[in-house]
C-alpha cells in the first residue's frame, strides 16, 4: 500500500463549490479533447457494459451505471446520486478486492488505448488525460485514498501519478483538470485508478462522469485532405 502523505479531497473541493462542479466544462478545459460522458450507452436495471473500444479506449474493470434508475431508488444513498455529473450515466471501477499498489497496479481498473483502432483511425498509438470528475461511492471508511497513474507509451512502469484521502463523509464528484493533475499526462497509453483503505488496500468503489481525452493524429490536416480527394 502506497503510504505517502495525501492532500485531502476536501482541501481539493476549496477550489471549487458544490455548484460548480455541476456547471458546463470550461471550454478551455477540453479545448482539442474528446469528452466522454457515457451517456449513450444503454443500460438495463441502472446497469450496463462499457462497449470494446468505446471512442477508441478500453476500459478495464469498469461497469456503467445510471444512478437515478428506479431500479437503484433504496440501493444506493440519494446522496451519491450526483456521481453522474452528467445525466444519466457514470462509469464505476472497482478492484474486486485485488491488489493494486503503486509497485504494480496490474488489477486495477484501467482505461488504455485500443491500438487496432488508433491504427486504423490513424492516431498515434497515445493520448493525454485532460479531464475528469471522481467520485468515492458513500461515506468512505478512514483512510481512504484514491490513486490515479499514468503510463507513458512505450513504459511499463507508471510514469506520473496524482492521490489524495477521502474524509468520513459524503462526498460531491471531484473536479481534477490541469491546474490539479499538471501537465504531466500527456503522451500516455494507459491510465489506472482505484481507491482503497486499509493496511491490506481493500477496495472501494468510484465513479468517473465527464472524461476528457486528446487524441493526436498521424498526419497534418493538410494529408487528411489531400488524403480525402484521392479516394
Same mark, same amino acid.
Request: proline share 6%.
Given at each position: 500500500?502506497? /503510504? ?12 471549487? /463549490?458544490t ?13 482539442g479533447?474528446t ?7 444503454? #443500460? ?7 462497449p ?29 446520486k ?17 491488489s493494486? #499498489?503503486?509497485?504494480g ?38 483512510? #481512504?485514498s484514491?490513486?490515479i ?5 512505450g ?6 501519478f ?10 460531491p ?40 481525452v ?5 498526419? #497534418? ?11
Amino acid at each position: 500500500m502506497f /503510504t505517502a502523505n495525501l492532500p485531502s479531497i476536501a482541501l481539493l473541493l476549496s477550489y471549487f /463549490t458544490t455548484s460548480s462542479l455541476q456547471l458546463s466544462i470550461p471550454v478551455k478545459a477540453l479545448e482539442g479533447s474528446t469528452l466522454l460522458n457515457f451517456d449513450d450507452i444503454s #443500460t438495463e436495471k441502472g446497469s450496463g457494459s462499457i462497449p470494446t473500444p468505446y471512442n477508441r479506449l478500453s476500459f478495464s474493470k469498469f461497469s456503467v451505471i445510471a444512478p437515478k434508475d428506479p431500479y437503484w431508488d433504496g440501493k444506493i444513498a440519494d446522496a451519491d446520486k450526483d456521481l453522474a455529473v452528467s445525466d444519466p450515466n457514470a462509469i464505476i471501477g472497482s478492484k474486486f478486492g485485488l491488489s493494486a #499498489t503503486l509497485d504494480g497496479a496490474n488489477d486495477a481498473p484501467a482505461i488504455y488505448l485500443n491500438s487496432s483502432v488508433a491504427k486504423k483511425d490513424g492516431i498515434e498509438p497515445w493520448f493525454s488525460l485532460t479531464y475528469l470528475k471522481i467520485k468515492a461511492l458513500g461515506a468512505p471508511p478512514p483512510g #481512504t485514498s484514491i490513486y490515479i497513474l499514468g503510463f507513458e507509451y512505450g513504459s511499463n512502469d507508471y510514469t506520473t501519478f496524482w492521490a489524495a484521502s477521502y474524509r468520513e463523509m459524503f462526498n460531491p464528484p471531484t473536479l481534477l483538470d490541469s491546474k490539479i493533475l499538471g501537465s504531466d499526462w500527456a503522451k500516455l497509453h494507459r491510465v489506472e485508478i482505484w481507491a482503497e483503505y486499509g493496511e491490506e488496500g481493500n477496495d472501494h468503489d468510484f465513479a468517473i462522469d465527464d472524461l476528457g481525452v486528446k487524441f493526436f493524429p498521424t498526419k #497534418t490536416k493538410e494529408e487528411l485532405h489531400s488524403a480525402e480527394l484521392k479516394k
